[in-house]
């Protein structure tokens, strides 16, 4: 039998998603909780890896059990076994053709910055921090250059494996609320460093350091050293994954919590 779960996790002391030796991983975590209620070792596998300091509240992942251990065996159980900073907000079973990563057909991040004169010391570790005044008009302006289909090699890191450099973005949208200027990037697949690189150019237009259009020249260039810095991890959170109607998964309310409802 194959289940989904959705995970939520606070990335602050984890070294990323996957499973690694002699670091704590999230994946690792998360199957050492889900092996003893199978008991059996058990893998999973996710919607999309998260690299380190990275936050999810809407990351997916889904396994195979010989057992049906009931709902509460795969939310409540799973919870008490594993740290308090991951956790399972939902389970439902799956028809065995549901892949986690392959089924998706859209991703979606959001990106925090603290755009206040002195750094945080509240959610100091879920948020990204620039003290210069930000302009999120023309941030979100700059970002509509982004939407569609387009090689973005100038927004992933050279180390990315990607056999190809085209994606799709479907909306990337920068708003404030209050002292938190928020980006929103929904893409059919993201590529290593792509979302963080992406706000750190946006960034630069937000001070004011670039003009608009900068965004398309660098889009243009399809050079990394073109772009801004790669913005910090700890102000990124994976928040949804798009799958077609027919698996009927649960939908929870984006994160992260501390972001209006209706954003």
Not at 88 to 108: E, G, I, L, N, Y
Not at 110 to 133: Q, T, V
């Amino acid at each position: 039998m194959r289940f989904a779960l959705g995970i939520e996790y606070d990335g602050s002391r984890y070294c990323g998603w996957q499973r690694q030796k002699d670091v704590i991983s999230v994946q690792g975590e998360i199957e050492k909780a889900l092996s003893k209620i199978v008991n059996q070792p058990t893998e999973v596998v996710c919607a999309g890896r998260t690299d380190t300091g990275v936050h999810g509240t809407g990351q997916v992942v889904h396994f195979d059990s010989p057992y049906d251990r009931g709902s509460a065996a795969w939310t409540l159980g799973m919870n008490t076994l594993m740290p308090k900073d991951i956790a399972v907000k939902w389970s439902h079973p799956v028809s065995d053709d549901f892949h986690a990563r392959f089924s998706a057909t859209a991703r979606r991040y959001r990106y925090i910055i603290y755009n206040g004169m002195y750094r945080p010391a509240i959610f100091a570790k879920g948020l990204s921090f620039c003290h210069h005044p930000l302009d999120e008009t023309l941030m979100h302006e700059a970002a509509q250059q982004l939407v569609g289909q387009h090689d973005f090699t100038s927004f992933r890191t050279v180390h990315c494996q990607a056999h190809s450099p085209l994606r799709t973005i479907i909306h990337c949208n920068v708003s404030r609320q209050g002292d938190y200027v928020i980006i929103d990037i929904k893409a059919n697949a993201f590529l290593h460093h792509m979302v963080r690189n992406i706000a750190g150019s946006l960034i630069r237009v937000g001070r004011k350091l670039e003009p608009v259009s900068w965004i398309s020249e660098v889009l243009y260039l399809k050079n990394r050293c073109k772009a801004g810095m790669t913005a910090p991890a700890n102000g990124l959170y994976f928040v949804d994954v798009d799958y077609p109607q027919e698996f009927q998964l649960p939908k929870a309310e984006l994160g992260p919590l501390f972001l209006k409802p209706e954003l």
